[in-house]
């Protein structure tokens, strides 16, 4: 999983497999936290959002989760598929302020 | 199409030779900022402007100044380089809400 602000692990997934990623995040009064997609030669991609009042948010084929409680927040992908590669990395927002992971590079094999 | 564009992609200078990176986007957000990204680190935030004419400092700002004269522009810009600010870097703006829109990025490499 990724710890905002050092290394960058890699997960490898099996084409149709589910996806899960994993961030943990530092400041216990974060009240929004992002999950962006980063391809290679782009930009950051928006996925998905949640704020801390909910503890699950579904998009299409995504699903973040938030655990206050062990300041813990994954990203699900269904049935993963070839265009899912990428650096997916969350963000958190905490006193006004936005602070970024560092990532987690996803291979997905056929 | 609704997107932030930056100038140039790529970009290799030598030490001392002031450049300048645009950034424009066409959203008509009043929110922009500045980010690099270094292997193994999470983006830092460079610069920021909450509006026209307001810019204010965010995690990393030395050696970098930015300028916010019209809404829709927040050029980057390096007075003095050095080598320590090869880097990734990303523009990025959002409008009422807090999803940010970025850039394709600039690769800058100083000599």
């Not at chain 1, 997934?13 to 216990?28: F, K, L, P, R, T």
């Not at chain 2, 909450?50 to 829709?72: A, F, H, I, L």
């Not at chain 2, 990734?88 to 850039?103: M, P, T, V, W």
Request: net charge positive; aromatic share 10%.
């Amino acid at each position: 999983g990724e710890s905002v602000g050092l290394h960058l692990p890699t997960l490898s997934v099996q084409e149709g497999d589910n996806s899960i990623i994993n961030c943990a995040y530092s400041n216990s009064a974060s009240d929004y936290f992002i999950w962006y997609k980063q391809e290679s030669g782009k930009g950051p991609q928006f996925i998905i959002d949640i704020r801390s009042n909910m503890d699950k948010r579904q998009g299409q084929r995504v699903t973040v989760l938030l655990n206050k409680t062990v300041k813990h927040l994954s990203l699900q992908i269904a049935a993963t598929q070839p265009g899912d590669s990428a650096v997916y990395f969350c963000a958190e927002r905490g006193w006004g302020k936005l602070q970024f992971g560092a990532g987690t590079q996803v291979v997905v094999t056929p | 199409e609704a997107q932030v564009t930056q100038n140039p992609r790529y970009l290799i200078t030598v030490t001392g030779k002031k450049l300048t990176v645009t950034c424009s986007q066409n959203m008509n957000h009043e929110y922009m900022s500045w980010y690099r990204q270094d292997p193994g680190l999470g983006l830092r935030q460079i610069y920021y402007s909450m509006n026209v004419e307001v810019t204010d400092k965010g995690d990393v700002p030395e050696g970098y100044k930015v300028s916010r004269k019209e809404k829709r522009n927040f050029p980057l810009i390096l007075e003095s380089p050095s080598p320590n600010q090869t880097s990734l870097y990303f523009c990025a703006s959002r409008g009422l809400g807090e999803k940010l829109f970025f850039g394709s990025g600039t690769q800058l490499s100083v000599l």
